[in-house]
């Protein structure tokens, strides 16, 4: 299991990099990183290679690979390098993909620039791509050498891509600590305190990841929310209509999944009414219109913790409590849908 340093990049990467002598350094960023982030860190890095790609979920793909491992095998990048993935989780996830199978792998360094990378993507070693549509369908895991978590990038966010990130806090939450639920969802949105919700997120990830570092079994409760969050991200995808950040679309996930929860008597009327009431206070309405429930219905036959043709969710089971491997239908999945859109027609 890697370690996590949560402080200022300017102390924690020169203290890493004097146990180490790579041969070589690329930092990839995106265009967003590469304004707001790379210049703090330009200042402190020995010499190094800058691989730059454009940013956003639909960059993440095997052609933006071929880029990355292009630039690396030009700058002639030998397997005692480094790679630094700096930017959210799809830097980290593509990044770290890269370094994993670059010449059978390298080093690399997970620095989350996201509050949705800090508190999830970021820790535990998945690694992948998109293909075809398909979240994270091609990937591996592998862990970084070491995640750096500087809490001073979150001031470089605007407040949409904090509110993505906090749809994962609110997933650990309920999986795992009632008593943090019950004290994130009494304060708004620009209330929380973030250098504790990250340090809780990290703790709780990490607790889970050790125990199951491949996800054979306790590791899928983190997917609590993700399997029609997950269908419905890579839905909006496809569509003309305003894109949906990853966070958003697990708050939908976690509604709907909240509510098979109650229907198979999982969870208590009191803790759906919680979910529903604080997500949608925090979220808002995401409309699913009458045509779209069959095509994300659909994509759940892709999810990866499905057994054959049979569709498995990790569905909560108490306050603080999440079960996995729970066999659902089509049917049950279609009424917690319309059990969401139900909820924006009030």
């Known amino acids: 299991m890697s370690t996590v340093t949560i402080a200022p990049l300017t102390e924690s990467l020169p203290a890493f990099l004097e146990s180490y002598d790579f041969s070589a350094i690329a930092v990839i960023a995106d265009n967003h990183t590469f304004r707001f982030c790379y210049p703090e860190l330009k200042t402190i890095l020995p010499k190094h290679t800058l ?18 491992w292009d630039a690396l095998t030009r700058a002639n990048f030998d397997r005692h390098a480094l790679v630094l993935n700096l930017g959210g989780g799809v830097i980290g996830d593509m990044g770290g993909f ?6 059978r792998g390298i080093a690399f360094v997970q620095i989350p620039t996201t509050l949705l ?5 970021s820790v535990g070693g998945k690694l ?5 549509g398909f979240k994270n369908h091609i990937g591996v895991f592998q862990q970084p050498n070491t995640v750096l978590i500087d809490p001073s990038f979150l001031t470089t966010l605007p407040e949409r891509e904090l509110r993505s990130g906090f749809a994962e806090i609110i997933k650990h939450c309920l999986i795992a600590d009632a008593i943090m639920w019950d004290e994130i969802r009494r304060r708004d949105l620009d209330e929380q305190d973030w250098p504790t919700l990250v340090a ?9 990841v050790a125990e199951d570092p491949t996800e054979k079994g306790l590791r899928k409760i983190l997917n609590f929310g993700h399997t029609l969050g997950h269908a419905v991200e890579t839905y909006f995808l496809t569509q003309p209509r305003k894109r949906l950040l990853h ?6 996930g976690m509604v709907a999944e909240a509510f098979m929860a109650f229907q198979k008597k999982m969870i208590d009327q009191d803790l759906l009414t919680q979910i529903e009431e604080y997500i949608f206070a925090v979220y808002g309405n995401v409309r699913l219109a009458d ?22 969710m990790s569905l909560l089971d108490g306050p603080g409590s999440c079960a996995f491997d729970v066999h659902v239908t ?8 319309e059990f969401y859109r139900g909820l924006n027609k009030n």
């Not at 691989?51 to 990355?68: D, F, P, S, Y």
């Not at 809780?200 to 889970?208: E, G, M």
């Not at 045509?291 to 498995?312: C, F, I, S, Y």
């Open 200 to 208: 809780h997120s990290v703790a709780v990830k990490q607790r889970v």
């Open 330 to 337: 089509p049917a049950e999945m279609r009424r917690g849908l």
């Open 51 to 68: 691989v730059r790609i454009k940013a956003g979920e639909e960059q993440k793909h095997i052609a933006t690979c071929e880029l990355i």
């Open 291 to 312: 045509e779209d429930v069959e095509p994300v219905l659909a994509l759940t036959l892709q999810d990866k913790k499905n057994r054959g043709r049979e569709v498995r």
């Open 247 to 252: 966070g958003e679309a697990i708050a939908v």
């Open 98 to 103: 890269c370094a994993a199978t670059y010449k």
């Open 117 to 121: 990378a800090q508190v999830d993507a």
């Open 128 to 132: 992948g791509i998109d293909f075809r």
